[in-house]
Nanobody, 114 residues
């Protein structure tokens, strides 16, 4: 059974940092691309970043380039999203997604205070 569980969300001040983690199980993590998406209230879910099984970063949203970094640890079966210099445009529920399995996590809330 495919399962991805996000953690690491919370409240941070503008300019602060958070690191999100997505723990995966139930599939061969090392060969699967992984993605982070986010959805703000009243907006469509959008792709934040995507990483291949070999660690190549293939997609990064223009709005987060230079601030967010996706990475993965095969030993821990975990994908990360390091978010730096957070702004009032970044608050959303952040989701982990396994494209080849069409599986979503439950999401983790990120809130940025000004």
């Amino acid at each position: 059974q495919v399962q991805v569980v996000e953690s690491g969300g919370g409240l941070v001040q503008t300019g602060g940092s958070l690191r999100l983690a997505c723990a995966a199980s139930g599939f061969t993590f090392s060969i699967n691309p992984m993605s982070w998406y986010r959805q703000a209230p009243g907006k469509e879910r959008e792709l934040v970043a995507r990483i291949t099984g070999t660690g190549e970063i293939t997609n990064v949203a223009d709005s987060v380039k230079g601030r967010f970094t996706i990475s993965r640890d095969h030993a821990k079966k975990t994908v990360y999203l390091q978010m730096n210099n957070l702004t009032p445009a970044d608050p959303a529920v952040y989701y982990c997604y396994v494209p080849r399995r069409d599986s979503w996590g439950q999401g983790t809330q990120v809130t940025v205070s000004s």
